[in-house]
Antibody, heavy 123, light 113 residues
């Protein structure tokens, strides 16, 4: 059964870079059938898509974060990663990694989710 | 961006009764070439990640009880939970995946009356 697990620091200082990794088990991140995704949810708030990455390394980001976001993939380690630079308190959120429904029409639908990682931005 | 608006924001339903959640998109999410609505529904219980319930507006994920059903087309969609169970208490989100960025509704909290 597919499982996704986020890992990384739970506390990041303002202006620094947030870094998270999503380790995938029970499936290959090299599959051409899916996209791999980052989504976040601020405390008590709704869901915000951050971006998708394909096994080839092709990336798609939400416009509001595009200048600060980098998503990368390491097929040898079966994981993908998120970096968000110049963070502020507004970036405090639970960060989820997910897998898409498919690689075609469902590439922006999120079929499987990790448990999430709370990242707090504070000095 | 496509704006997704859910109604109501919250509702309380007696066990065994029906809960109905509406979702309206600011533009159509029906793709004419394949006649598919790019609309999904998720369930999020407290302290848990969202769980995909329905995609293509009406296709249930494997393992989702058939008391959950999705309907609608174009810009207006409905999630119906028939015979509400205690374990259905959660926040429900609709999401369009017709175009980037994919966007979610604000959520509807379902409680037991």
């Amino acid at each position: 059964q597919l499982q996704l697990q986020e890992s990384g620091p739970g506390l990041v200082k303002p202006s620094e870079t947030l870094s998270l990794t999503c380790t995938v088990s029970g499936g290959s991140i090299s599959s051409s059938s899916y996209y791999w995704v980052w989504i976040r949810q601020a405390p008590g708030k709704g869901l915000e898509w951050i971006g998708n990455i394909y096994y080839s390394g092709a990336t798609y980001y939400t416009p509001s974060l595009k200048s600060r976001v980098t998503i990368s993939i390491d097929t040898s380690k079966n994981h993908f990663s998120l970096r968000l630079s110049s963070v502020t308190a507004a970036d405090t959120a639970v960060y989820y990694c997910a897998r898409s429904l498919d690689h075609d029409g469902g590439w922006l639908q999120f079929a499987y989710w990790g448990q999430g990682a709370l990242v707090t931005v504070s000095s | 961006d496509i704006v997704m608006t859910q109604s109501p924001d919250s509702l309380a339903v007696s066990l065994g009764e029906t809960a109905t959640i509406n979702c309206k998109s600011s533009q159509s999410v029906l793709y004419s070439s394949n006649n598919k609505n790019y609309l999904a529904w998720y369930q999020q219980k407290p302290g848990q990640p969202p769980k995909s319930l329905i995609y293509w507006a009406s296709t249930r994920e494997s393992g989702v009880p058939d008391r959950f059903s999705g309907s609608g087309s174009g810009t207006d969609f409905t999630l119906t939970i028939s015979s509400l169970q205690a374990e259905d208490v959660a926040v429900y989100y609709c999401q369009q995946y017709y175009t980037t960025p994919p966007t979610f509704g604000q959520g509807t909290k379902v409680e037991v009356k």
